[in-house]
Antibody
Framework: EVQLVESGGGLVQPGGSLRLSCAAS????????MDWVRQAPGKGLEWVGH??????????EYAASVKGRFTISRDDSKKSLYLQMNSLKTEDTAVYYC??????????????WGQGTLVTVSS | DIQMTQSPSSLSASVGDRVTITCRAS??????LAWFQQKPGKAPKSLIY???SLQSGVPSKFSGSGSGTDFTLTINSLQPEDFATYYC?????????FGGGTKVEIK
């Protein structure tokens, strides 16, 4: 069974930093792109970014709203995904979800999601 | 960026109804479109990818159609467990973007 478990959320002041983790199990982690998606309280879903797999040199893509402040990384030996968040703003307050990306026939889908971890940016 | 617009933003329906949700892309995305279901306090669940392909384990009461800029999600014979918020998402180009969501409520 695919499992994704996020951790590391909490309360942080504006301008501060936080590192989220996502522990994966039940699948070959190294074979998959992994994404972060967030959801502000009462709002819709927003893609944060992703890391490609080793075959694609672990390259990353980001949403403009977080580029230059957030960094996505992974450790395939630990089956873990990370989101380093710096220079946090109040608008970064959200539940952050870790998702597994699945390729099928050239199509990309988020077929598995973690339960999410809440990040609150407030003074 | 590609903007995704869903309509309606909310709807009321009865158990047994057939429901259709529309998603429009601001530019041609071919069939690079996915649909998700989210219940309150829960993570989203993948329903459909490639505009019309059901994710493994998703019941056939859910169906998707469309190509280019206009897409629909249809739910047949609405059941209590189907009351939720539904999102479309394009993955044709970066940044990946979601629609604003459609909340399906009980009439």
């Amino acid at each position: 069974e695919v499992q994704l478990v996020e951790s590391g959320g909490g309360l942080v002041q504006p301008g501060g930093s936080l590192r989220l983790s996502c522990a994966a199990s039940g699948f070959t982690f190294s074979d998959h792109y992994m994404d972060w998606v967030r959801q502000a309280p009462g709002k819709g879903l927003e893609w944060v970014g992703h890391t490609r797999d080793k075959a694609h040199s672990y390259t990353t893509e980001y949403a403009a709203s977080v580029k230059g402040r957030f960094t996505i990384s992974r450790d395939d030996s630990k089956k873990s995904l990370y989101l380093q968040m710096n220079s946090l703003k109040t608008e970064d307050t959200a539940v952050y979800y870790c998702t597994r990306a699945l390729f099928s026939g050239g199509h990309y889908s988020f077929d598995s999601w973690g339960q999410g971890t809440l990040v609150t940016v407030s003074s | 960026d590609i903007q995704m617009t869903q309509s309606p933003s909310s709807l009321s329906a009865s158990v047994g109804d057939r429901v259709t949700i529309t998603c429009r892309a601001s530019q041609d995305i071919s069939n690079y479109l996915a649909w998700f279901q989210q219940k309150p306090g829960k993570a989203p669940k993948s329903l459909i990818y490639a505009a019309s392909s059901l994710q493994s384990g998703v019941p056939s009461k859910f169906s998707g159609s469309g190509s280019g800029t206009d897409f629909t999600l249809t739910i047949n014979s609405l059941q209590p467990e189907d009351f939720a918020t539904y999102y479309c998402q394009q993955y044709k180009s970066y940044p990946l973007t979601f629609g604003g969501g459609t909340k399906v409520e009980i009439k």
